[in-house]
């Protein structure tokens, strides 16, 4: 059975920096498109961050480019997304998630995505 876990969660400073690690098994991740999204309270699931399955380029929503960066290490199954600078408003429950065949910007819609991992927290507070 396809599976991802999420860790690296935590409390942070607004400035600080996390990074994220989504740990696959039962498929590799560089056949599938591989997205991190998040959930704040009360606010619908979006999407942050993805690379593509067609060709491998990243696509990240506009209020965390030049902020965040997502990149994959295919010999440990893991898509890591870093997060730099960051703000109180990143605060959310963070999903890594993994969709087939999908091509460009479509990894980051949360309704083509097929396996979610468990979720962790990111709180940015001062």
């Known amino acids: 059975q396809l599976q991802l876990v999420e860790s690296g969660g935590g409390l942070v400073q607004p400035g600080g920096s996390l990074r994220l690690s989504c740990a696959a098994s039962g498929f590799t991740p560089d056949d599938y498109a591989i997205g991190w999204f998040r959930q704040a309270p009360g606010k619908e699931r979006e999407g942050v961050s993805c690379?593509?399955?067609?060709?491998?380029?990243?696509y990240y929503e506009d209020s965390v480019k030049g902020r965040f960066t997502i990149s994959r290490d295919n010999s440990k199954n893991t898509v890591y997304l870093q997060m730099n600078s960051l703000k109180p408003e990143d605060t959310a429950v963070y999903y890594c998630?993994?969709?087939?065949?999908?091509?460009?910007?479509?990894?980051?819609?949360?309704?083509?995505?097929?396996?979610w991992g468990q979720g962790t927290l990111v709180t940015v507070s001062s």
């Open positions: 998630a993994a969709g087939e065949s999908l091509r460009g910007a479509s990894c980051l819609r949360v309704i083509f995505l097929e396996v």
């Open positions: 690379i593509s399955s067609s060709d491998g380029s990243t």
